[in-house]
């Protein structure tokens, strides 16, 4: 299984960028997937979980009404839509993925629940 994550870039603050994450190497059902951030000096953090078996989204507070996650099973793609960006938001961004439908809830937000990463999309936020 491979993640390319891509559409990273540099923006004023206010602005957008959409990030996609492309799978390959197995079916794009039946599969939970994340994005997290890692800015400089600080630890991998949640930013949005999708569950494939409802369609439930969970969003971190620090993003949640600006950042929007999405899908397309036709591309096999996950994407991440960012408004209103802040410097803050400046990290790299990275796509991930397990092979449970059905990972419950409270686990979405842990890093540790999934098998698969990309290798990360750097975004910066100026000011």
């Known amino acids: 299984v491979q993640l390319q994550a891509s559409g990273g870039g540099l923006v004023q603050a206010g602005g957008s960028l959409r990030l996609s994450c492309a799978v390959s190497g197995r079916t794009f059902t039946g599969i939970t997937m994340a994005w997290f951030r890692q800015a400089p000096g600080k630890e991998r953090e949640f930013v949005v979980g999708i569950r494939w078996s409802d369609n439930t989204k969970t969003y971190a507070t620090a993003v949640k009404g600006r950042f929007s996650v999405s899908r397309d099973n036709a591309k096999s793609s996950l994407y991440l839509q960012m408004n209103s960006l802040k410097p803050e938001d400046t990290a790299v961004y990275y796509c991930?993925?397990?092979?449970?439908?059905?990972?419950?809830?409270?686990?979405?937000?842990?890093?540790?629940?999934?098998?698969?990463w990309g290798q990360g999309t750097q975004v910066t936020v100026s000011s």
């Open positions: 991930a993925l397990t092979p449970r439908s059905h990972i419950i809830f409270s686990q979405l937000g842990v890093s540790s629940s999934y098998n698969y």
